[in-house]
């Protein structure tokens, strides 16, 4: 068996997110795994993500990899791929890794993005892949309070897990809060891995941050309590991109 | 009656353009009038867009002008077409101009771009926007042809036109072909103004000198003989928007 990794996009408005459903979801998963089964006419091609994307979320540099018994060139199998996936699913990088490397657990770490139109005007192109909030943000205070977020905590407030046995503690390395033209703010978060709904929940806190409806100084609070129900609202999918994932 | 000017985006690919349909076409211009309509009670609003663009073609920048009998701030005006139109199409501004003036008989020139996906990668998130052409393309023959073709010519056999009675004179103040990213090359034409399909026939007949099968000189021939018939082909619609509209 040879062990492929793959680098793929894809918009997320149509899908029930990345992860193969029990019977009838339509996931990026599911259509990797139906097209190298139809390629190879093994019927159990299992294809893992670096990362689950939640229903309506993109991506621009999702990873993924399977073990195939074939005898084409990784660039074969790609161009495959491409001819088969949709138009809102895209492969665009391909590598034959050692027999060992798996993308999840050797993943070290993923980049998103969220953007929020802030504008009153109609983001016309940008309307898939932004969440509007027209109302005014303070930006300054919401870089306060990302600040306090950096670094190695317990996300426990900040993800809608129940199961309490895994260990809800990451590294967020970087969370840039920027600008992009004159309607859009943009947050970068960079880290070894992500919990599930974090980003979304974390940005969700933020834009309360930024409307004045909490203060900087409370993410510290967030952190210690760890209780999910003190912490923002979830944002929307539809803003949320993964761009990168580091090996 | 008070005279307005509105700058418009729109995707164009659920549009039958620009110009309202006899009976049912699904157009831009359609759709401002019959909410315009709606707004102030009178049946025969009459929106004037700058230029005509095709079925499938995109606008950054449109202009459009209509006059209306109404107490309404230009702001609320803005407000009431953002609120009712579909999401593809917005209103970006709005101002309220002199009696006299015309949105397309006082335009001084426009700017498009037309996009080439110049890659055999899929273009996942700008695929409604590129025209996919994948093989080889010599951008500096190409800019050799722009350069013949940048001034004021007879551009008779760059236009669908049938009617031979208006002029066929333009002129082109700038050609720039530039790549973008690794993946994509980009045509932006500025000019006075542009005759019927006159972007996209430049457009198909540059590529067609970029893969190979015509001669960057050929553009003087082709000015000079006025004959569609020795043009290249159309290019296709979803790759072209229309920039800015100059006043």
């Known amino acids: 068996m040879r062990n492929f990794k793959i680098i793929l996009q894809y918009e997320g408005t149509r899908y029930q997110g990345w992860q193969r459903q029990a019977s009838t979801g339509n996931t990026i998963q599911g259509k990797l795994e139906a097209i190298l089964g139809k390629m190879t006419g093994v019927e159990a091609v299992q294809v893992d993500g670096a990362g689950r994307t939640d229903a309506g979320v993109h991506a621009y540099g999702q990873a993924a990899g399977f073990k195939l018994d074939t005898d084409r060139t990784p660039e074969a199998v790609l161009a495959y791929l491409n001819q088969y996936l949709p138009e809102d699913i895209g492969v665009i990088a391909i590598e034959e890794m050692p027999e060992r490397f798996h993308c999840r657990l050797h993943a070290r770490g993923k980049t998103y993005r969220y953007r929020i139109w802030n504008s009153a005007l109609p983001p016309v192109f940008e309307r898939r892949y932004v969440y509007e909030y027209p109302q005014p943000l303070d930006i300054e205070a919401m870089r306060r309070a990302a600040a306090l977020l950096v ?17 809800t503690v990451r590294t967020i390395e970087e969370l840039r809060i920027e600008t992009a033209g004159e309607r859009e703010i943009q947050l970068t978060y960079r880290g070894d891995g992500f919990l599930y709904h974090m980003v979304r929940i974390l940005t969700g806190t933020l834009i309360e941050v930024g409307s004045g409806a909490r203060r900087p100084e409370e993410m510290a609070e967030l952190l210690a309590c760890g209780l999910r129900e003190r912490a923002g609202a979830l944002a929307p999918a539809k803003g949320l991109a993964l761009m990168e994932v580091r090996y």
């Open 151 to 167: 670094g190695t905590h317990d996300f426990k407030a900040f993800t809608s897990t129940k199961k309490g046995k895994k260990s």
